[in-house]
Structure formats: structure tokens, C-alpha cells
């Protein structure tokens, strides 16, 4: 029934306060990271292709933004500082972006990479599936694809 005081360097609340610092630097560099993605500064880290959409860039600088007011006066030193040198980062970068012409591999998730003004190539037509035939590779990829 008696608890003991808790101090003010209890190791329970300066380790929760040290992961609560990590994860935040962790979402300011993860957003960072997708906005100079988008920006064009580095490659799709799956693809490896330059993606240049500045719309979604300027999305997750104004996210930043937003962070960096709602949490004014209420982050350490380190966490203001990582923010606020991320955000001059990102900005510099968009002017620099915005600023330079769009480059020839811009690749967009909606567009094709084929040239401006080309048709693309029609699909080969398929054959229609047996009933009781086992699924092509093709047809089972597209039954087990997420589409968000």
C-alpha cells in the first residue's frame, strides 16, 4: 500500500523519455527522407528511380511545418535543433527544385515513362482461363495485390 516516492532521475521515466526523443527524431528524418524523395534529391528506394512530384513534397514540408508549431516551447534542445535544421533543409531544396527544369526521367505513379505524344503499345490479348485450369503467375499476382 505504501509506494515509495519516485525521484526525480527514476531510470523508467529518463528511458521513456529517451525513446520518446529517438522516435521523434526517427519521424522528423522519415519525413524529411520522403520529401527529398519527391523532391527529386534521391532515388525511390525500391525502384531506384528518381520520383519528382513537388506537390507531395510541399505535403510533407507543410506537415513539418505543422509539427514544428503545434510543439514550440515543449521540445528539448536536440529535438527543436534536428526540426528546425530539417525544415531549412527541405526548404532550400524545393526553392532548388522548383527552380530547376523537371528532368527527363520524371516518373509519376499515375503516368507511363513512354515519351509525350506516344501511344503506348495495346496489351497481347489473353486467353480466357479453363474452369479447373491452375492460375497463371500473372492471375494469381493480381488476386493478392493491396491497392490502397
Same mark, same amino acid.
Given at each position: 500500500m505504501n509506494n515509495p516516492p519516485?525521484?526525480?532521475?527514476?531510470?523508467?521515466?529518463e528511458g521513456s523519455e529517451e525513446m520518446k526523443t529517438a522516435l521523434f527524431a526517427h519521424m522528423v528524418?522519415?519525413?524529411?527522407?520522403?520529401?527529398?524523395m519527391l523532391l527529386g534529391k534521391t532515388a525511390h528506394p525500391e525502384t531506384g528511380k528518381i520520383v519528382r512530384?513537388?506537390?507531395?513534397?510541399?505535403?510533407?514540408?507543410?506537415?513539418?511545418?505543422?509539427l514544428e508549431f503545434k510543439t514550440k516551447g515543449n521540445l528539448n534542445q536536440e529535438e527543436a535543433a534536428l526540426l528546425k535544421q530539417s525544415l531549412?533543409?527541405?526548404?532550400?531544396?524545393?526553392v532548388e527544385a522548383v527552380d530547376s527544369p523537371s528532368p527527363q526521367t520524371e516518373s509519376r505513379p499515375d503516368q507511363s515513362s513512354s515519351p509525350? *505524344?506516344?501511344? @503506348?503499345?495495346? #496489351?497481347?490479348?489473353?486467353?480466357?482461363? %479453363?474452369? *479447373?485450369?491452375? @492460375?497463371?503467375? #500473372?492471375?494469381?499476382?493480381?488476386?493478392? %495485390?493491396?491497392?490502397?
Amino acid at each position: 500500500m505504501n509506494n515509495p516516492p519516485v525521484s526525480e532521475a527514476d531510470p523508467v521515466t529518463e528511458g521513456s523519455e529517451e525513446m520518446k526523443t529517438a522516435l521523434f527524431a526517427h519521424m522528423v528524418m522519415q519525413q524529411s527522407s520522403m520529401a527529398m524523395m519527391l523532391l527529386g534529391k534521391t532515388a525511390h528506394p525500391e525502384t531506384g528511380k528518381i520520383v519528382r512530384d513537388l506537390e507531395a513534397a510541399k505535403l510533407f514540408i507543410d506537415l513539418l511545418e505543422m509539427l514544428e508549431f503545434k510543439t514550440k516551447g515543449n521540445l528539448n534542445q536536440e529535438e527543436a535543433a534536428l526540426l528546425k535544421q530539417s525544415l531549412m533543409s527541405l526548404r532550400m531544396a524545393f526553392v532548388e527544385a522548383v527552380d530547376s527544369p523537371s528532368p527527363q526521367t520524371e516518373s509519376r505513379p499515375d503516368q507511363s515513362s513512354s515519351p509525350t *505524344g506516344s501511344v @503506348p503499345a495495346p #496489351e497481347p490479348a489473353k486467353a480466357e482461363p %479453363t474452369p *479447373g485450369a491452375a @492460375p497463371t503467375e #500473372e492471375e494469381h499476382r493480381k488476386k493478392f %495485390t493491396k491497392k490502397y
